[in-house]
């Protein structure tokens, strides 16, 4: 992964991490009332952003959720949405990346974010990219109120 000097080793899209637009999308989830915190690179995803989502979203049984995002200067990147349960996680992942189990944009679906995931297409502005995982997100976290 590239740090912020653009030392270091290349991320999976073997392109560097696009710092700026992590920054805009960091400003623009710091907006979001969904989430309570955003993490610029913590220690356990350096180059990337972390959304921790307001537990007020999820029933008691989920303990925490957060969304995890890098994006690449050729413009790759990987949505990673991750919650905690009582006792397992669920995973989710929107990639566009080179890759030689799927297309170059695909989707590793929850609830374990298999590999091979399914092919997919998404769109090709960031801001579309954002809004099209946010809303699915938020479908799922409606479902949980309705079950």
Do not use: K
């Not at 073997?14 to 009332?33: E, W």
């Not at 790759?76 to 944009?105: C, I, K, V």
């Amino acid at each position: 992964m590239t740090d912020r000097s653009g030392e270091g080793p290349e991320g999976e899209s073997g392109a560097p991490v696009d710092f700026d637009r992590l920054d805009r999308i960091a400003a623009r989830l710091a907006t979001d009332d969904r989430f309570d915190r955003i993490e610029a690179e913590p220690e356990f995803a350096p180059g990337r952003i972390v959304g921790r989502y307001d537990s007020g979203f999820y029933p008691n049984r989920i303990r925490a959720a957060h969304l995890e995002i890098v994006w690449f200067e050729n413009g790759d990147f990987t949505f990673h949405y991750h919650e905690d349960h009582e006792g397992r996680t669920f995973d989710h992942r929107w990639d566009r990346h080179p890759s030689d189990h799927n297309a170059r944009d695909h989707v590793h679906p929850g609830p374990d974010a298999p590999t091979p995931g399914s092919d997919a297409s998404h769109p090709s502005d960031w801001r579309d990219v954002l809004a099209m995982v946010l809303t699915e997100i938020e479908t799922r976290q409606r479902g949980f109120w309705t079950e």
